[in-house]
């Protein structure tokens, strides 16, 4: 095989004929995406969550998704222990630490 300017290589073995250019190949009916729709207007009233049982928040935002507990001094936030739970709230996650009276 020769690759130097102005040279073509050889081809090797038999072209077959698949149509012009011009041919239109035959419209294939596809069926229509559905999307489906997450609800993204939650509203969270905060002021309902600070100092709310674990059972009252799940109430209004769902089980959490994760949960971690934490010892005495391990977090600033919760100093004397606690959990710390997430929430899925649509697309938004939500984190909530309660103190060791959970």
């Not at 729709?37 to 935002?61: C, H, N, S, W």
């Not at 089980?63 to 971690?68: A, D, L, M, Q, V």
């Amino acid at each position: 095989m020769n690759l130097f300017p102005g040279s073509y290589p050889t081809p090797k073995g038999t072209v077959q004929f698949l149509g012009s250019i011009t041919d239109t190949p035959e419209p294939t009916q596809v069926p229509p995406t559905v999307t489906p729709i997450v609800a993204t207007d939650v509203i969270v009233e905060t002021a309902k969550i600070i100092d709310a049982p674990v059972q009252q928040v799940e109430k209004m935002l769902g089980n959490s998704i994760e949960t971690f507990s934490w010892g005495i001094g391990e977090v600033e936030e919760i100093p004397d222990g606690g959990e710390a739970r997430t929430y899925q709230v649509g697309k938004y996650k939500v984190w909530v630490n309660y103190d060791k009276e959970v």
